[in-house]
């Protein structure tokens, strides 16, 4: 057919017309995020990854989903990490454990008897955070909220009222850490390294006889029912975060993640008040249950002190950036001289 003049203008102001017709927004497609982690389902650490799903899901109108795997069906903290980096899972709440495999930073706030409770960690933390989160930004992780775990406390399937107690066992220490075995190696300790995952087995076979962990992994995990005597210590802060793969990160609606974030990190601090109380809880679960509580003499106390500080030569530089290293411990340091109570002013005496 032949197009005429007339034909080509008609063609023309229809496609005018059609442009001029507003278009309906695209829909942005599905994200399902799959989130790993140790926290058994119906621990709080499990529930707040959980909220945070449900939170995320409604600001996106519901186009955001979390698929999570708790009580370490993906695997150690260790594995969870390399299932990151290689896309198999998009997001985790990992302890200092897992989070120190992806920068050495992280081992700051882990450092042997440094901290004597939450408020001097709160104040370190506090002053610290930009710089943690800085260097798991460089490593490709997006930090959505912080959080952690109790105290870090001796198990064992003997009395361990002193050090040398403790060192006359077969100890679990977490595989993966060379610098941290080398240490415990230097202390006297016969390690047997392991994913955190097999410490259950490894109690019912004998080849280990004690382990560090925080109360609450102890209860929740049963590993206590094997190792009923308990060190009263507080060796170090279980910390911990939850992160997201800054590949994940990025195919959220630009508009849309500081909202996203805002909702985590409240959500995680929400939880940590109760989570911190779980602690006492947990001990006294356990205490009804045959778990026995060896009280450090201040000789003992003493013992341990030493024996820690012999290692912050070869912690800092090494595991822990010595300037970090540094910072950490005049941090304490500066957090005590505010707590410490004003002597008391002496009154100038009466004038005859």
């Known amino acids: 057919m032949t197009r005429t003049p007339l034909h080509l203008s008609v063609c023309a102001a229809a496609l005018a017309l059609a442009m001029t017709i507003p278009t309906r927004a695209q829909a942005p497609a599905p994200l399902n995020i799959k989130v790993g982690t140790l926290a058994p389902e119906g621990t709080p650490w499990y529930d707040v990854i959980q909220e945070v799903g449900a939170k995320w899901k409604k600001a996106s109108g519901g186009t955001i989903s979390l698929t999570i795997f708790g009580g370490g069906v993906q695997g150690d903290e260790a594995d969870m990490v390399r299932k990151m980096r290689i896309g198999q899972l998009q997001m985790g709440?990992?302890?200092?454990?897992?989070?120190?495999?992806?920068?050495?930073?992280?081992?700051?706030?882990?450092?042997?008897?440094?901290?004597?409770?939450?408020?001097?960690?709160?104040?370190?933390?506090?002053?610290?955070?930009?710089?943690?989160?800085?260097?798991?930004?460089?490593?490709?992780?997006?930090?959505?909220?912080?959080?952690?775990?109790?105290?870090?406390?001796?198990?064992?399937?003997?009395?361990?009222?002193?050090?040398?107690a403790l060192q006359e066992l077969k100890l679990f220490t977490w595989a993966g850490s060379s610098q941290s075995e080398e240490m415990y190696k230097d202390a006297g300790f016969k390690i047997v390294p392991l994913a955190a995952t097999d410490i259950l087995m490894n109690l019912q076979r004998n080849m280990i006889e004690a382990f560090p962990a925080p109360a609450t992994a102890a209860l929740a995990n049963q590993w206590?029912?094997?190792?009923?005597?308990?060190?009263?210590?507080?060796?170090?802060?279980?910390?911990?975060?939850?992160?997201?793969?800054?590949?994940?990160?990025?195919?959220?609606?630009?508009?849309?993640?500081?909202?996203?974030?805002?909702?985590?990190?409240?959500?995680?601090?929400?939880?940590?008040?109760?989570?911190?109380?779980?602690?006492?809880?947990?001990?006294?679960?356990?205490?009804?249950?045959?778990?026995?509580?060896?009280?450090?003499?201040?000789?003992?106390?003493?013992?341990?002190?030493?024996?820690?500080?012999?290692?912050?030569p070869k912690i800092r530089g090494t595991i822990v950036p010595a300037d970090l290293f540094d910072e950490v411990r005049r941090l304490v340091v500066e957090y005590r001289a505010q707590k410490r109570p004003e002597p008391a002013k002496t009154l100038d005496p009466v004038k005859k």
């Open 93 to 164: 709440a990992f302890t200092s454990v897992g989070l120190e495999t992806i920068t050495k930073e992280m081992s700051a706030l882990w450092i042997p008897l440094l901290f004597q409770n939450y408020d001097e960690l709160d104040y370190v933390r506090s002053k610290l955070d930009a710089r943690l989160e800085k260097a798991l930004g460089d490593k490709g992780f997006v930090v959505l909220n912080w959080g952690d775990a109790g105290w870090v406390k001796y198990f064992a399937k003997k009395p361990i009222p002193d050090l040398k």
């Open 224 to 312: 206590f029912g094997l190792a009923k005597n308990m060190m009263d210590i507080k060796f170090a802060p279980i910390v911990g975060a939850t992160i997201i793969t800054k590949a994940a990160w990025d195919k959220i609606d630009p508009s849309l993640r500081p909202t996203l974030l805002t909702l985590a990190r409240e959500t995680g601090a929400k939880f940590t008040p109760k989570i911190r109380g779980l602690e006492t809880e947990a001990i006294d679960a356990m205490v009804k249950r045959g778990l026995q509580i060896q009280k450090l003499t201040p000789q003992a106390e003493a013992e341990w002190q030493q024996t820690a500080e012999k290692f912050y």
